[in-house]
């Protein structure tokens, strides 16, 4: 299928999903069944007919979601799926055991072929926006990592926010470690933050670019008064600002030997709390943090998948929400998460928020007043906070909904695998059902990204013989 008209018409989907918000009572689906895309918008939706000479594309069958937006990644970790060194380490382990121990061997066409691969994946689970927490970053580094992931997203049509990481101190862990881990000066941290801003930064609520403030790990890879610092002059840059943060206890017990308080208390007494903040993980929160991150609007990248395979545990997802903390999803790099796509992680969310509840069951005699947490999360929460919840989190407050006149950021999913057969609601599919439903069309902003589970022009067994040459090399 080929589309060249100015229309696209999508027609007799049988279910569409809105990312509306349950919790706030927000409309999740719409009858449809048809949607009209124009130029880089929804403009219409119901039942329509076709206009003369527009682009149809049959959805019988079919299920629409917005397009996922993903709020946390490391693209240069596609290369690093199942190293046997860091396979069954907790974190800090497996930071030695895999990303440090690799990183000084990423030149340009290494990095540039990991970040192709892993935007690939994305895009072929039906995410449409990509931010990237890049930290490979050093001193003297002989090309621009930025510069190629704003290239690769743009070659595929995904709109890209880089987060921009790293450190101007480090661990003893990294100091050990190849010159590639060497820490920049904060005067050139910020310089380059200046320099992304001004070529890459669009403030607009439906940017294909944009730049976030990012090092790596706030507890740890900058000074306390580097992080009061860094946050006024990305403010006056008018910019997010995104870190890791109490992924697992040794953030916990690293906060308090060194500030005396909690992660997150720690975060706020540097003016790192704020509705244009989010954090990767959270897992680790004790009562108070959870309603300090509510009261402040700091926003959560919740990656269960590779908090599942590194052994951190599951963020308090449910708790968070219901304190008012904007959520969202993110697959985190694939060096610890060995399936980056986001409806492998949107399964991952809607089960293990189930799991997490039903743990804290006690049967009635000693007290219990519940059997299970099959209530923790709906299908549609995940859908929220996987598309409109990530945008918001984002500051791109038009994208992750469908309606007319939002961004035309749509994903049309084939429900033709077995493991969709005998549905009752075909709509929830794509989320409970996990597995990869194949795309008969993927959008961002009107433009089509994957067309019949193809990406023009992409040759995926000659990528894979790329990428296994790539990972031979290593060693």
């Given amino acids: 299928m080929t589309l060249t008209s100015s229309t696209t018409l999508i027609r007799n989907a049988a279910a569409i999903m809105t990312g509306g918000n349950p919790r706030k009572h927000e409309a999740t689906r719409l009858a449809g069944p048809d949607i009209r895309l124009c130029g880089d918008s929804i403009e219409a939706i119901g039942p329509l007919a076709p206009l003369p000479g527009e682009q149809v594309i049959d959805a019988t069958d079919c299920v629409i979601y917005p397009a996922w937006v993903n709020t946390h990644h490391h693209l240069f970790q596609s290369l690093l799926k199942g190293d046997r060194g860091g396979l069954d380490a907790s974190l800090t382990p497996w930071l030695a055991a895999t990303p440090y121990r690799f990183r000084a061997s990423f ?25 990237d927490h890049n930290y490979l970053y050093y001193p003297q580094m002989p090309f621009d990592s930025s510069a190629i992931l704003f290239e690769e997203a743009e070659r595929l049509g995904l709109r890209f926010v880089l987060l921009r990481g790293g450190a101007t101190r480090t661990r003893q ?66 910019l997010r600002l995104h870190s890791h943060l109490s992924e697992t206890v040794s953030y916990q017990d690293s906060a308090q030997s060194m500030h005396g308080c909690s992660p997150v208390a720690f975060c706020g007494e540097y003016d790192w709390l704020g509705d244009d903040v989010w954090f990767a993980h959270l897992v680790k929160l004790d009562a108070d943090e959870i309603a300090l991150l509510g009261q402040t609007g700091t926003g959560v990248a919740h990656c269960p998948q ?120 075909p709509a929830i599919g794509p989320v409970a059902s996990g597995g990869r439903p194949a795309l008969k069309a993927l959008f961002a902003a009107g433009k ?19 990428a296994r040459a790539a990972v031979r090399a290593f060693y």
Avoid: K
């Fill in 448 to 466: 089509p990204v994957v067309i019949d589970d193809a990406i023009p022009g992409l040759d995926l067994e000659a990528l894979g013989r790329e």
């Fill in 173 to 238: 862990l990294e100091a050990d470690l190849p010159m590639a881990l060497r820490p920049e000066s904060f005067d050139d941290y910020l310089a380059d933050i200046e320099r992304l801003a001004a070529r890459y930064h669009d403030p607009s609520p439906r940017a294909s670019r944009r730049v976030v403030m990012a090092p790596t790990t706030v507890l740890y890879s900058i000074s306390p008064h580097q992080m009061r610092e860094s946050a006024a002059f990305a403010r006056r840059l008018g």
């Fill in 306 to 425: 590779s908090n599942g395979r590194l052994g951190s545990g599951i963020c308090p997802l449910t708790e968070l929400a219901a304190a008012g903390v904007p959520v969202s999803i993110g697959v985190d790099g694939a060096a610890s998460n060995e399936a980056a796509d986001m409806i492998s992680e949107v399964h991952m969310t809607w089960l293990a928020q189930r799991a997490r509840v039903g743990m804290a069951a006690r049967p009635v005699y000693a007290g219990g007043t519940f059997e299970g947490g099959a209530h923790a999360a709906s299908v549609e929460d995940v859908i929220h906070w996987g598309t409109a919840g990530g945008a918001d989190v984002l500051g791109l407050n038009e994208l992750g909904r469908i309606a007319p006149g939002a961004p035309a950021d749509i994903a049309v999913y084939r429900l033709d695998d077995p493991r969709y057969f005998g549905l009752h609601d």
């Fill in 107 to 131: 030149d340009e066409a290494r990095f540039r072929l990991a970040a192709r691969i892993g935007l690939i994946e994305l895009a072929r689970s039906g995410c449409a926006t990509v931010a």
